[in-house]
């Protein structure tokens, strides 16, 4: 089993930046993507940035690309995701994934390990 613990979410205006944070353990060795995604009240969940296990590959949804960037530190075991130039439609719940069927997935369908989300509110 994978543990992934995420933090760094909140409030902030629009245009402001946030950098969220999600910590792995356990059984680590297996997982070759790690990737963040997010859901707003009454919608699905959908696909923001996936990095790969290296972290070699990214890979971001088109609405962030430029805005946000994933990166990570192999030796904290920790994935990062930088928001800047946040806007109220980035207002969601954020969830770390960790999964061992694909690098850089980004579909929900790869990862089988999610944290307990974080929420990212941006004000008008």
């Known amino acids: 089993q994978v543990q992934l613990v995420e933090s760094g979410g909140g409030l902030v205006q629009a245009g402001g930046s946030l950098r969220l944070s999600c910590a792995a353990s356990?059984?680590?060795?297996?997982?070759?993507?790690m990737g963040w995604f997010r859901q707003a009240p009454g919608k699905e969940r959908e696909f923001v940035a996936s990095i790969s296990w290296s972290g070699g590959i990214t890979y971001y949804a088109a609405s962030v690309k430029g805005r946000f960037t994933i990166s990570r530190d192999s030796t904290k075991k920790t994935v990062y995701l930088q928001m800047n130039s946040l806007k109220p439609e980035d207002t969601a719940a954020y969830y770390c994934?960790?999964?061992?069927?694909?690098?850089?997935?980004?579909?929900?369908?790869?990862?089988?390990?999610w944290g307990q989300g974080t929420q990212v509110t941006v004000s008008s």
């Open positions: 994934a960790a999964g061992t069927r694909s690098v850089g997935g980004r579909s929900s369908q790869d990862y089988e390990y």
């Open positions: 356990g059984r680590t060795f297996g997982c070759v993507s």
